[in-house]
């Protein structure tokens, strides 16, 4: 059976390969590989990364994010201070997005995961972890 993009991108990117390194591989824009990832998560190829967020940090994350923005001039906002500030377009292109059974703040949440992922600081936080996948799907697509 004829291997899909989608498949090879939901194997690289559960081996712990960052969507770049992906784009790079497959010889495709990181955007095309970002709406990829999506149809995977869609699909059930990769698990929605709202739901991830969810199992790990619950309401904790939102406590340390009040902390860190007690006595500053930060705030968190709302999920409506967010859609007040998108253009008919973001809000037609993000509801076209969420798919069915899924919340807005999960898409909202797998963009930031996604983009918290490529982040270098991150990266290098992560990189001993990954290291060993990274070589082990390497030499599966013999990179």
Same mark, same amino acid.
Request: hydrophobic content about 40%; some cysteine.
């Given at each position: 059976?004829?291997?899909?993009?989608?498949?090879?991108?939901?194997?690289?990117?559960?081996?712990?390969?960052?969507?770049?390194?992906? %784009?790079?591989?497959?010889?495709?824009?990181?955007?095309?590989?970002?709406?990829?990832?999506?149809? %995977?998560?869609?699909?059930?190829?990769?698990?929605?990364? #709202?739901?991830?967020?969810?199992?790990?940090?619950?309401?904790? #994350?939102?406590?340390?994010?009040?902390?860190?923005?007690? #006595?500053?001039?930060?705030?968190?906002?709302?999920?409506?201070?967010?859609?007040?500030?998108?253009?008919?377009?973001?809000?037609?292109?993000? %509801?076209?997005?969420?798919?069915? #059974?899924?919340?807005?703040?999960?898409?909202?949440?797998?963009?930031?995961?996604?983009?918290?992922?490529?982040?270098?600081?991150?990266?290098?936080?992560?990189?001993?972890?990954?290291?060993?996948?990274?070589?082990?799907?390497?030499?599966?697509?013999?990179?």
């Amino acid at each position: 059976m004829k291997d899909t993009k989608i498949a090879k991108v939901s194997r690289m990117h559960a081996s712990g390969m960052r969507p770049s390194e992906i %784009a790079a591989h497959l010889g495709q824009t990181p955007r095309s590989v970002h709406q990829l990832m999506h149809r %995977a998560r869609v699909a059930g190829l990769i698990p929605s990364k #709202g739901m991830e967020l969810r199992r790990k940090s619950s309401s904790a #994350g939102y406590s340390l994010l009040q902390k860190k923005f007690s #006595g500053t001039s930060r705030d968190i906002g709302s999920m409506k201070q967010i859609l007040y500030r998108l253009t008919p377009d973001c809000i037609e292109w993000l %509801a076209n997005m969420t798919p069915d #059974g899924a919340a807005v703040a999960d898409v909202i949440a797998g963009i930031i995961v996604d983009a918290c992922e490529e982040d270098p600081m991150v990266i290098s936080a992560r990189a001993k972890e990954l290291k060993d996948n990274r070589r082990k799907v390497m030499k599966e697509f013999r990179l």
